[in-house]
């Protein structure tokens, strides 16, 4: 019988599943944060589109202001912490590790647990749509919006048990990607050599490890607040419901380089391949983004100016938000310089690059505008600050992302997505985006506060109100775009090759897609853009020594574990047990200590992993 299984389509099928289940290939693992990151968009995408139906016209009634409530929240949050985010680390997991020569990241197991702990974290966000009762106070989470008297029911209780998950989640896999990128670097490989996308990648790593923490702390204040009956939000009590803003936006302003710094990394990536030039700059763009996530924490209480801070604490916060505008210059000023005299390629990656450059100055320069009190004051909680975060998240990491995944689908898949439908999906979502967001900033000159469910017809905003639902729209038709670009790669796409780009950093020196041990000998670094410097050598027509001949050397590779999914189950199964009874807190609980002990010794015996000979 274990003859013929593999002839039998259910094993096969099993196998195939259970090896996706199991699996401690980083480049697997980035597969599928990808695809549930990508499903989480596009959820969180209808719930913005039917926001926007709701607002086309006024005195809708299509949806009641409960609803509308729970939409924005959930589409906030899915933005934030399902989509962007999660669609960087689909990059950073699968590219990160061929970028910098390196086999696999340094804890497989534990990038395991941090896939997993962040599916059951989005799991548990949208079970409250199942019950009827998402999560419905704003993703900011203002107190005291968020206490029992104002949100009953256990509609932020999902919200906050799903966020400490998904906390967890990104912690775990900083530490992982920390260690990775400062210990398991090629051989000659230099801090500065690291392509800048790498770069990128570990000043978000830090920011995320610094980040967190506060935000979990809020969160545990909240839980007790709910839970327990303790008021730390509550002045009547001694409590302050401006602590609570001070320890979200400590974190959130963070986490908003935490979500542009990584794209920031891959248009570096991008433009210098299809302008076939190095990076322009590329010390000062690294010293940029260090400079960007040191300054991220200084500016968290512009976004508070209008709670009564005072002159002082208003102009030391006005003067660093304008202070870190200047490293952001730099790398827009030397993305310029990299493409000027450059041999241009006008392929869909570039495309969306180009694209990702117009539209986050334009979201930069209207954030500048806001780091004047005065100004601030006058459109803070307006449309105008929609209009602007959306100029900045979506017209910056979102085209980066798609830059991005135009750029790496032929490595990860070993096929080119259709150039034709690239350009379609890139014209459509330019468009659709300024019909959709640009007009929002007028809104809120006019007047039309945020998180409003319906408004009168006489106060202006019909037609600007109308232009951006057709631009919701717009966007929605690219996503179908982009789509149909993928089954149609999946079933008839061109054969990619290793090197379809002319790419200049080390993943392009290997097959598409990569094999599981990526390099079957480690690279040896002689300078930035190694692989480029092989093939063209530097400006005096110098180039490295050729790599040695790999011979079939065994190789060790970590095994399959089912421990991750396992802890991250039984975690969810102890936080849904705080909506249900305390029995199932402690059988979660159990359930928990029990996996992680299991997860800690599992290889103890043997912990080198697997051997294979790779043929060549």
Request: no cysteine; net charge neutral; charged share 10%.
């Amino acid at each position: 019988m274990a003859t013929h299984a593999s002839f039998m389509p259910g094993v096969k099928v099993q196998n195939r599943v259970w090896t996706w289940l199991t699996t401690v290939d980083h480049k697997r693992i980035g597969i599928l944060y990808g695809t549930t990151s990508f499903v989480f968009f596009l959820l969180a995408g209808l719930e913005s589109l039917l926001m926007r139906v709701q607002l086309a016209r006024p005195d809708s009634t299509l949806i009641g202001p409960q609803a509308y409530n729970e939409l924005f929240t959930m589409h906030g949050t899915t933005m934030i912490f399902l989509a962007v985010m999660p669609l960087s680390t689909a990059f950073i997991n699968f590219a990160v590790p061929l970028l910098i020569g390196a086999r696999d990241v340094a804890f497989p197991r534990l990038n395991a647990l941090s896939y997993w702990l962040f599916l059951a974290g989005g799991l548990l966000l949208n079970f409250g749509w199942l019950l009827g009762t998402a999560p419905d106070a704003g993703w900011f989470g203002y107190a005291n919006l968020t206490s029992r008297q104002f949100s009953p029911g256990p509609h932020l209780d999902f919200w906050i048990l799903a966020i400490q998950m998904l906390g967890v989640s990104s912690i775990l896999g900083a530490l992982n990607f920390v260690v990775t990128i400062i210990n398991m670097r090629a051989p000659g490989m230099q801090l500065l050599w690291m392509p800048v996308f790498v770069w990128m990648v570990l000043v978000t790593q830090f920011l995320v490890l610094l980040a967190f923490p506060p935000l979990t702390v809020g969160m545990i204040f909240l839980m007790f607040d709910r839970f327990f009956g303790t008021l730390f939000f509550s002045p009547a009590a001694g409590g302050d419901p401006l602590l609570w803003q001070h320890l979200f936006w400590i974190f959130a302003h963070p986490e908003v380089y935490i979500l542009i710094l990584p794209p920031m990394g891959i248009i570096s990536e991008v433009i210098p391949t299809f302008a076939a030039k190095p990076l322009f700059g590329a010390p000062m763009m690294i010293y940029a983004g260090i400079a960007i996530g040191f300054l991220s924490f200084g500016v968290w209480s512009h976004h508070m100016f209008a709670v009564g801070l005072g002159p002082a604490a208003d102009s030391a916060f006005s003067m660093i938000t304008m202070l870190i505008a200047i490293p952001t210059g730099v790398k827009i000023l030397n993305w310029i310089m990299t493409l000027w005299g450059g041999r241009i390629r006008f392929r869909a990656p570039l495309y969306f690059a180009l694209g990702f450059i117009g539209m986050f100055t334009m979201g930069g320069l209207s954030g500048v505008m806001h780091a004047s009190p005065p100004v601030d004051l006058q459109q803070t909680d307006s449309y105008f600050v929609v209009a602007h975060l959306h100029y900045v998240l979506f017209g910056g990491s979102v085209f980066a992302l798609f830059a991005g995944a135009y750029y790496w689908w032929p490595k990860v898949f070993g096929r080119m997505l259709d150039e034709r439908l690239g350009r379609i999906h890139f014209w459509l979502t330019l468009i659709g985006f300024n019909v959709a967001f640009f007009p929002m900033h007028i809104l809120g000159l006019l007047g039309m506060p945020r998180r409003v469910y319906t408004y009168a017809p006489d106060l202006g905003w019909n037609l600007w109100n109308l232009l951006a639902t057709i631009g919701a729209f717009l966007i929605g038709a690219s996503l179908l775009v982009f789509l149909a670009n993928v089954v149609k790669t999946t079933r008839t796409g061109t054969p990619a090759g290793g090197d379809p780009w002319d790419g200049r950093t080390l993943e392009w020196s290997i097959s598409s897609p990569p094999p599981a041990w990526n390099f079957s000998r480690i690279p040896t670094v002689h300078g930035r853009d190694e692989f480029w410097l092989r093939k063209h050598g530097d400006h005096d027509g110098r180039r490295p020594p050729d790599p040695v001949p790999a011979a079939p050397a065994p190789i060790h590779m970590p095994p399959p574990s089912y421990w991750p999914i396992l802890v991250a189950a039984s975690l969810l199964v102890m936080m849904v047990g705080f909506l249900l009874t305390i029995g199932q807190v402690a059988i979660g609980g159990l359930l928990t200590l029990l996996s992680i002990y299991g997860f800690a010794l599992e290889y103890h015996h043997k912990p080198y992993g697997d051997e294979v000979r790779p043929s060549s």
